[in-house]
């Protein structure tokens, strides 16, 4: 008997249930006859306010080059994040989205017969990853949405090769104390690797931002994973980078793509880099539009679970079918029951508007 076709992959492939984004504005206008133009997103934790107008800018003037190859090795683009962050040059790897970060890690050092470990409700790419490569995920049961890193330590084995650590979480929002994540770290085995996830740490108040890049030198296991997607804006032009040892980031760029993040990604993230302000004004429109839409679900009633990133989980009966009527009305949000959360739903922030649109259609629901 010949195999079918799907069989000619391997079982831990086939067995991969595909990465499903929010939904896009032009799948939506189709599906339900809707203008784009009256449809509100707020489904995947984007910048309301866009990307910089400076490296828009930049853009306009890189586009006469885009018949060129981008340099493989980043160098502009390389040597920003070094100064900005203090780090070598070495010790920086690239990536087509902090997605592509994420991976490298899995594909650099997971094999079968490894396992690697991440908290109940955090971010789907982490267990998509490691079943791709062959190895074995192993979830540690959540407390209050958040990660157990008591748990984390308890699950680790002598198969245990790396540790998935978001930080603000995705959808939760929820956050890891510096203290608590600092010791946690202290206790991981040193041939552990820990993957630090923080996409959203431009989202956090001084107080709460990460201290992780000046850990790198105490914790040479660790691998510490930042997007130009959220706070810059540049999700549409798909760039991430990490930092770590220069001997981790070796062995990553040795299964990186030679040209995985385009010419104008690259012009944009470093010209982004540089726009502080832009951050600042993104920050403070986070934090208004947060207070609004946390005290419009309070209005109606409906809990939440407290976020640390641009984007809130509520909870709502039916959620699913809360779901159908906000599309309905050209309201995009994100179903999260693929993150064991059946009963919630989760929204990015988005403009005043855009927060009160959706605020007005999920009241006009719960009172049908």
Known sequence: MSLSLSELAPANIRAIAPYQGGKPISELAREMGLNEADIVKLASN???LGMSPKAQMALEEAIYEIARYPDGNSFALRDAVSRKYGVQSAQIVFGNGSNDILELAARAFLTAGDEAIYSQHAFAVYPLVTQAVGATGVVVPAVEFAHDLPGFLKAITPKTK?????NPNNPTGTLINKTDLKT??????????VVLDEAYDEYLSSV???EAIAWLTEFENLIISRTFSKAYGLAGLRVGFGL???TLADLMNRVRQPFNVNSLAQVAATVSLQDE??????????QAGMAQITQGLEQLGLSYIPSYGNFVSFKVTNASAVNQALLKSGVIVRPVANYEMPD????SIGLF????RFLEVLENILKS
């Open 277 to 286: 302000d832009f951050v600042a004004r993104s920050y403070a429109a986070n």
């Open 184 to 193: 946690f770290l202290q206790q991981v085995p040193k041939h552990v690797l």
């Open 244 to 246: 770590m040892h220069a």
């Open 353 to 356: 508007g855009e927060n009160a």
């Open 344 to 347: 919630y739903l989760r929204v």
């Open 46 to 48: 984007e910048n309301p």
């Open 162 to 166: 790396l540790i998935f650590v978001a």
């Open 208 to 210: 709460d931002k990460s």
